[in-house]
DNA sequence: GTGGTCTAGACCACA
DNA sequence: GTGGTCTAGACCACT
């Protein structure tokens, strides 16, 4: 799995994680049925706490992204990026934090320029 | 003072009233060396703990955008924009944001369409 | 009186009006038993309020440095300098103040160069 | 953790142990990404509430001396003293309160006396 | 366990 | 009246 978290970063650790997987979905290196590594494994691996990465996947199936079997793992599910109920969520934060931008005195062509540079990055 | 709370918004109380009045100085609303609303009479009006409203004062004043004369009032910097030292902080929050949003399918169009709505508001 | 007070300074008006007055006896300007002006008076003229300048006279008699004759107004006492028994607390603050200075690093020559540009000002 | 507090000290609690804790980093004995006591173990330990050990570590960040990870703890920031924007502050508190003794009659060499004394101390 | 937010309320210093 | 400090304690998010 190629994930890499950033300790430092104020964006929660489960936030990466989902954060991540997500976007391997979206770039087609996950696919449906595909399986994901187990929460230990994963939490060996990125020396994080279990319970940390027990968080991402649960709200990964809550959203519909993924589904488990008892006993087996987890799995990307069939329509992971439609069923995907968390965009609302994103947008809220976007919002949010533009809102504040804006109150911060940050000019819109700098925000565009940042949304611009971000989607060049690794599309 | 035209400032409203949204108690059910994520963003913390006191984050709002900072972005408030910093959107007030930036049309011009507020100038330097006007007085601010006793932090007691603010807290009266919007019906929140005076030591919610102190810790928005509290950042303000930290950041260079107001100074304090205890016993009189807090009143706005004279470069109170200038001064800012919340914009870095506040272009970090977007750039989470974008790229939590760019990991749950959100299309670049989508927010520029966003930030565009949003700065068309009221400037 | 050649008082200037500062309203944005975070020393108090009422310290402020101490020091100055101290200041002026120090310099010869004040000698023992030449009145001071009125409270009502120097309030007036630095368009101050009245329990302002009272509580720096208060100070100042309370430490020894004046005397007050009742209905007649407050006057430089006679040993008006080694009455004083503000030093101590001056000193007390000097302390405060540069062990918190070294906290912060500042280096010792600092602050010697700044006590000797300050005692060489007006002497 | 060799922390002292003086609850009848002017100054305030939350400003000991600012201090304290820049003085740990300028000996070396706290180094970048060291982590701090946790807010509560601090506030147990000096026998002081959660908020006012909170008040010192949130100051501390916001000068840019420790950087916090929410559920993770408070660490010292890689630059903690070079970044420090608490040192204009602390000079300007300095030059009052030799201003303050100048006027009480404090002679410019008890001062000097004064800052040799306090910065042989611990150097 | 960690820190973050918020409330309620006391007491003090200053104008 | 103003702001400043401190306490006690609740509730939430994250590890």
Redesign the pocket.
Same mark, same amino acid.
Not at 82 to 90: D, F, H, I, Y
Not at 98 to 122: F, H, P, T, W
């Given at each position: 799995m190629m994930v890499t978290i950033d300790l430092r970063s104020r964006v929660?650790?489960?936030?990466q994680i989902k954060n991540q997987i997500l976007e391997l979905i979206l770039l087609g290196v996950l696919k449906p049925h595909d399986q994901l590594p187990s929460i230990r494994a994963l939490a060996l691996d990125l020396k994080? #706490?279990v #319970?940390?990465v027990k968080?991402a996947f649960q709200d990964l199936e809550a959203a519909g992204v993924t589904y488990t079997l008892p006993g087996r793992g987890s799995f990307i599910a069939e329509n992971a990026l439609e069923n995907n109920q968390l965009k609302g969520k994103a947008l809220q934060e976007i919002r949010d934090a533009v809102l504040s931008g804006r109150a911060n005195g940050i000019e819109k062509d700098e925000i565009l320029a940042l949304v611009e540079s971000i989607y060049q990055d690794e599309k």
């Amino acid at each position: 799995m190629m994930v890499t978290i950033d300790l430092r970063s104020r964006v929660p650790i489960y936030e990466q994680i989902k954060n991540q997987i997500l976007e391997l979905i979206l770039l087609g290196v996950l696919k449906p049925h595909d399986q994901l590594p187990s929460i230990r494994a994963l939490a060996l691996d990125l020396k994080l #706490n279990v #319970n940390t990465v027990k968080r991402a996947f649960q709200d990964l199936e809550a959203a519909g992204v993924t589904y488990t079997l008892p006993g087996r793992g987890s799995f990307i599910a069939e329509n992971a990026l439609e069923n995907n109920q968390l965009k609302g969520k994103a947008l809220q934060e976007i919002r949010d934090a533009v809102l504040s931008g804006r109150a911060n005195g940050i000019e819109k062509d700098e925000i565009l320029a940042l949304v611009e540079s971000i989607y060049q990055d690794e599309k």
